[in-house]
């Protein structure tokens, strides 16, 4: 039998500290909380048995400062540290100095997340795992002149992306050879500007893809299974804002060669820890492999509801070093979740920062509700937008749809602008409610404008 953690320090804030403290108290594990000085009247810092001040406001002198989380480790004498989602979570330097003083990273070693983390990497170890990827020569193009003569060889409209990149940095669609140089030009400059290094790729374009994703968790003695499926393809701006499982275009059969690929690409990398592997799936219900995440991620509460499984908690025993079962984990109901931020989705979803005057959260059947705010909190300009996710689950997606209209309808936020409008425009549309969309349905609507 494993033996279990002592003390975990969470090297995150907000919501998914909350989650992670939650879990580790259900554990029986003592929590350690880090904070900004922006982040002190938060409930993080109020939940953990521990917390320390780890500087101020600006992510690069707390949340992203690796000495100062180290020296918080060591005065606590924490024996895992929980990364949670963005900041640290996929920084491999962080998981190795970790894993380097002594402590558990809870998620995959340094090596596997420096393999998922450079995408040309990624897209060579899935075809030699079998798994399907985007049409494309998997090396660096070498000049825009060498990128023009294999798009012509490949046939527009192409796909140009930062080998270092994720989540649309460093991106572009080429539709025709005029367009190339200046593409590539601008490509690059972002590339080198968000991740100092300006390697770049190409790929057949999937015109009108979905984005779907699958959960999978693997333990320390190679097994890995999937835990279903995410569809995300409601996006603005590569920014997720509603997810849900099933999805509308899964099929059992689609699930399961898109889930036994999945446990395909963990395998290959001998995956420790919950991950998910990103596919675009086109009308033809073809997939591909896109990237793979190598942390908890944001929309896990739809799995968690939809398995009715604690992922935080499977996340935690593995890292410790228990046996998963084999078996992987299928669907019952339809999940839905809507991400609630703190931004006008009248006016470009521009942020929203400020004190919240007033705070209901929807409650009831089948609705649970993530957050870290409440009346009187002030939102930071300083972090992310979102404020809370509103989960709900029901037997079918109508009554999902249903449900999910029911609970934004109770949902009080005042003081500040919210999602909350959007998503309620959004479950009105006819091709929302049909299942008919895809990544690239929203930017083709036009949005109220009050
Ligand atoms: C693609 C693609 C179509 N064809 N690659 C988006 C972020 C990163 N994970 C890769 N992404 C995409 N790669 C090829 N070859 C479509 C996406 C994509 C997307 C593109 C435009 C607008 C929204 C999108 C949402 C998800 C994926």
Redesign the pocket.
Known sequence: MAKKFNKVLIANRGEIALRIIRTCREMGIKTVAIYSTADRESLHVRFADEAVCIGPPASAESYLNIPRIMAAVEITNADAVHPGYGFLSENADFAEICTDYGVKFIGPDPEQIRTMGDKITAKDTMIRAGVPV?PGDGTLLKSAEDGMERAERMGYPV?IKATAG???KG?RIVTRKEDFVDLWDSARKEAKASFGNDGIYM????TQ?R?IEIQVIGDQYGTVVHLSERDCSV?RR?QKLLEECPSPFMTDELRDRMGRAAIEAGKAISYEGVGTV?F?VDADRNFYF??MNTRIQVEHPVTEESIDHDLIKEQIKVAYGEELSGKNYFPKGHVIECRINAEDPWNGFRPSPGKITSFHSSKGHGVRVDTHVYAGYTVSPYYDSMIAKLIVRAPTRAEAITKMERALDEFIIEGIKTTVPFHQWLLRQEDFRDGNFD??WLSKQELPTK
Not at 203 to 206: F, L, T
């Open positions: 985007v796909m994720g989540g649309g991106m790929e057949k374009y999937i893809p984005h996006q590569h990103e675009l896109m990237e990544t690239g």
